[in-house]
């Protein structure tokens, strides 16, 4: 069984950074891209950042590019987001998602595996 399991989330002021995994289980995840997507209360889920399957190629979001970063650990069933100057806007429940494919997406519906969430606060 295939599960997504993120960690990391929490309560920071604003310029503060937080670092967010995801630990990915019952396959092997070489072939799959990953990313992560938010949802903030009241309002869709959006997309925030992806990485290729062999982790060579990153996409971000415009409201977080320079300020979050991307990445995949050596075994390739593990992603993080480091996030950089945080702001009161980017207070959401983010999840981490899986896609078959080398190739990243920005829609959430290309995505066939998803995580429970982390909260995410930032305080102004």
């Known amino acids: 069984q295939v599960q997504l399991v993120e960690s990391g989330g929490g309560l920071v002021q604003a310029g503060g950074s937080l670092r967010l995994s995801c630990a990915a289980s019952?396959?092997?995840?070489?072939?799959?891209?990953m990313g992560w997507f938010r949802q903030a209360p009241g309002k869709g889920r959006e997309f925030v950042a992806a990485i290729t399957g062999s982790g060579g190629s990153t996409t971000y979001a415009d409201s977080v590019k320079g300020r979050f970063t991307i990445s995949r650990g050596n075994a390739k069933n593990t992603e993080f987001l480091q996030m950089n100057s945080l702001k009161p806007e980017d207070t959401a429940v983010y999840f981490c998602?899986?896609?078959?494919?080398?190739?990243?997406?920005?829609?959430?519906?290309?995505?066939?595996?998803w995580g429970q969430g982390t909260q995410v606060t930032v305080s102004s």
């Open positions: 019952g396959r092997t995840f070489l072939n799959y891209a």
């Open positions: 998602a899986s896609k078959l494919g080398e190739l990243t997406s920005t829609e959430q519906y290309h995505y066939n595996y």
